[in-house]
């Protein structure tokens, strides 16, 4: 831990990562110093610092706002392994992030904005309901990336906002075999309230790829049981 205050950078960043691989209890000793490391004058540090609190969990709680200051990193690499660590930290400790997750999904890097949608399907109801609008929104993005994992993230929500199931819906019937399977997936999640995606999914019980027809079998039934 006091290799963290070292005068070498070397020594301070392998100190950040032997702390992330090392685990509890001694990496839950070091949250303060890392923290601490966190806002080190070399990025190297941070970036290693960032990445071992986002290894110990939850157990790091006290780090959430240093993390929250690393999202307007002008390190995009930064930037996604604070949105990473948040997501790790899940909810309740990391709800107050979800505001900054919501305005990372309009970052101008795309993995940022696919961390963005993770973390806030990873933190989960009910504080990042409010993201859902926003996920809605990130499921016409340029890239593929951030588009599947919005997807996703409105099924790890559960969400009840019938406003995402119709564009949803619509990737049933698209041509990106990816994103039809993530669409199957999280209707199947959210269960009965997307009920109206049952027409669409029955045509997928159709589709050339076995693992698609059985996911659509099995929304289904999720749907019918929930």
């Given at each position: 831990?006091?290799?963290?205050?070292h005068?070498?950078?070397?020594s301070?960043?392998?100190?950040?990562i032997?702390?992330?691989?090392?685990?509890?209890?001694?990496?839950?000793?070091?949250?303060?110093?890392?923290?601490?490391?966190?806002?080190?004058?070399?990025?190297?540090?941070r970036h290693?610092?960032v990445?071992?609190?986002?290894?110990?969990g939850s157990?790091?709680?006290?780090a959430?706002?240093?993390?929250?200051?690393?999202?307007?990193?002008?390190?995009?690499?930064?930037r996604?392994?604070?949105?990473t660590?948040?997501?790790?930290?899940?909810?309740?400790?990391?709800?107050v992030?979800?505001?900054?997750?919501?305005?990372?999904?309009?970052?101008?890097?795309?993995k940022?904005?696919?961390?963005?949608?993770l973390?806030?399907?990873c933190?989960?109801?009910?504080?990042?309901?409010?993201?859902v609008s926003?996920?809605?929104?990130?499921?016409?993005d340029?890239?593929?990336?951030v588009?599947?994992?919005?997807?996703l993230?409105?099924?790890w929500?559960?969400?009840?906002?019938?406003?995402a199931?119709p564009?949803?819906?619509s990737?049933l019937?698209?041509?990106?075999p990816?994103?039809?399977?993530a669409?199957?997936?999280?209707?199947g999640?959210i269960?009965?309230?997307?009920?109206?995606?049952v027409p669409?999914l029955?045509?997928?019980?159709n589709?050339p790829?076995?693992d698609?027809?059985?996911?659509?079998?099995?929304?289904?039934?999720?749907?019918?049981?929930?």
């Amino acid at each position: 831990i006091s290799a963290l205050s070292h005068d070498s950078v070397i020594s301070r960043r392998n100190a950040a990562i032997a702390i992330g691989q090392i685990g509890s209890p001694v990496a839950d000793m070091a949250v303060p110093a890392l923290i601490i490391a966190g806002g080190d004058t070399d990025l190297s540090v941070r970036h290693d610092a960032v990445e071992a609190l986002g290894r110990i969990g939850s157990r790091a709680a006290a780090a959430v706002p240093m993390l929250i200051t690393e999202l307007t990193n002008g390190d995009p690499s930064v930037r996604c392994l604070a949105i990473t660590a948040l997501g790790r930290f899940g909810t309740p400790a990391a709800d107050v992030a979800v505001p900054v997750l919501i305005t990372a999904l309009s970052d101008v890097e795309s993995k940022v904005r696919t961390a963005a949608a993770l973390a806030i399907g990873c933190i989960g109801t009910p504080a990042a309901e409010t993201a859902v609008s926003s996920l809605i929104t990130a499921l016409a993005d340029t890239d593929e990336g951030v588009r599947r994992h919005a997807v996703l993230a409105l099924g790890w929500l559960r969400t009840s906002d019938s406003n995402a199931y119709p564009p949803l819906i619509s990737l049933l019937n698209g041509s990106n075999p990816g994103l039809r399977r993530a669409a199957i997936l999280s209707l199947g999640r959210i269960g009965a309230p997307a009920k109206v995606a049952v027409p669409a999914l029955q045509d997928c019980l159709n589709d050339p790829a076995p693992d698609t027809r059985q996911w659509a079998a099995e929304a289904i039934q999720q749907m019918e049981e929930s």
